[in-house]
């Protein structure tokens, strides 16, 4: 194999641990168990890997394999495997995107690019409910500043969080930014978001445009993303109409 991965570099008792085993266990034993911190060292892997082997030879000793429990949590395991593998290859069959596809898009988001500007913005928050959708809604309507949204608020009682930052267009929720493209200083938009009502007052505008050439490269990738869901969805949509799909009418009472 590339790279020597079929060189066993450790054994616990009649298993072996090939190189390229143990660097997927480096990137899935990662500290504090969250993936996103990256890869830990292989002594820590190789120390998981031998737990792992040590406990499992025990567990089909006790016949625990054979548990109903254990067996159907070993077939979801795998199903779930091979589904994402399917999938993931099916993925890199999707199309590149053509430089002229590229180009276009760059010309068709300019609020994104070639227009593209920094926000400095003051945001005022609170949990969304009926009662505090409706103190938010009124506030906003009276006030001209987050200073004044947050008077009146506190006015009513209203458990509310203030916050300031500066926002690139593509760090900023969908539905926020065609609301701030045309924005002048002052401005005042709102919006929801995981539960949460927003009123975010523009106090700065910095011109950031970004030219074609340097953001090429993100716009392919982003488009082959969007190319890949576009084929995964249909090929869903064709293993259902192929498939033989029966709900049981248990389940439609639950």
């Known amino acids: 194999r590339p790279d020597g991965d079929a060189v066993v570099v450790a054994k ?8 390229g085993r143990l660097k997927a266990a480096m990137d899935r034993v990662a500290p504090g168990g969250d993936p996103a911190q990256g890869s830990v060292a292989p002594e820590r892997a190789i120390d998981a890997l031998v737990r792992q082997f040590l406990a499992a030879d025990q567990a089909r000793e006790m016949d625990l394999d054979h548990d109903p429990k254990v067996r159907m949590a070993i077939e979801d395991a795998s199903r779930e495997i091979l589904a994402t593998a399917y999938f993931d290859r099916l993925a890199k069959q999707a199309g590149k995107p ?75 929720p ?46 392919a990738k982003y ?4 190319n890949a869901k576009v084929l995964l969805a249909e090929e869903e949509k064709r293993l259902r109409t192929d498939a033989r799909i029966e709900i049981g009418a248990d389940l439609k009472k639950l």
């Open 98 to 172: 053509s430089a002229g596809d590229i180009h276009d898009y760059y010309l068709d988001h300019p609020e994104l690019f070639r227009d593209r500007r920094l926000y400095s913005l003051k945001e005022i928050a609170v949990p969304e409910s009926a009662l505090t959708r409706t103190a938010m809604t009124d506030a906003s309507r009276g006030g001209r500043s987050i200073d004044d949204i947050a008077r009146q608020l506190r006015r009513r009682g209203v458990e509310f969080h203030v916050t300031s930052s500066i926002r690139a267009p593509e760090s900023l």
């Open 12 to 19: 616990i008792n009649a298993n072996e641990i090939t190189l």
């Open 174 to 219: 969908i539905d926020m930014l065609p609301k701030l493209v045309d924005a002048k200083l002052g401005a005042m938009v709102s919006y929801n978001g995981d539960g949460v009502v927003y009123v975010a007052q523009v106090v700065g505008l910095l011109d950031a445009p970004l030219k074609e050439d340097a953001v090429r490269e993100r716009i």
């Open 223 to 226: 488009l082959e993303n969007q």
